[in-house]
């Protein structure tokens, strides 16, 4: 079975990787590798294998455009690695309150 949440974590764990998703994130009408290598400081075969990972682990959707693919980020792709962190969130902050409220009551005591 494939663990989808460290996939993402790993995919995302470059800041290649993850400037290229939040170039595909502002852009609805998707990008190509062309494109997306104007400003970069990557070459563009270097930025298709980061597209090809983000693709894999879907973050990232294709579709042909003529000669080119372009590429799309899917959201739904970090809905899983989104839950997980917002449930240790949630677990932290019910841990930080009751330590506060240890803190606290032991604070009045003295």
Same mark, same amino acid.
Do not use: C
């Given at each position: 079975?494939?663990?989808?949440?460290?996939?993402? @974590? +790993?995919?995302?764990?470059?800041? *290649? %990787?993850?400037?290229?998703?939040?170039?595909?994130?502002?852009?609805? *009408?998707?990008? /190509?590798?062309?494109e997306l290598s104007l400003d $970069?400081?990557?070459?563009?075969? +270097?930025?298709?294998k980061h597209l090809q990972i983000l693709?894999?682990?879907? #973050? +990232?959707?294709?579709?042909?455009?003529?000669?080119?693919? %372009?590429? @799309? !980020?899917?959201?739904?792709? !970090?809905?899983?690695?989104?839950? &997980?962190?917002?449930?240790?969130?949630? !677990? &932290?902050?019910?841990? #930080? $309150? !009751?330590?506060?409220?240890?803190?606290? /009551?032991?604070?009045?005591?003295?």
């Amino acid at each position: 079975m494939r663990d989808t949440i460290s996939d993402v @974590f +790993a995919a995302l764990g470059d800041r *290649n %990787r993850r400037d290229i998703f939040d170039q595909l994130l502002e852009d609805p *009408n998707g990008r /190509t590798a062309t494109e997306l290598s104007l400003d $970069a400081t990557i070459s563009r075969q +270097a930025i298709v294998k980061h597209l090809q990972i983000l693709v894999r682990v879907d #973050l +990232a959707s294709t579709r042909r455009d003529g000669k080119e693919v %372009r590429y @799309f !980020a899917r959201r739904d792709g !970090a809905v899983g690695a989104s839950q &997980w962190l917002d449930e240790r969130s949630v !677990a &932290w902050d019910q841990r #930080l $309150a !009751a330590l506060d409220e240890k803190v606290r /009551t032991s604070s009045r005591r003295s």
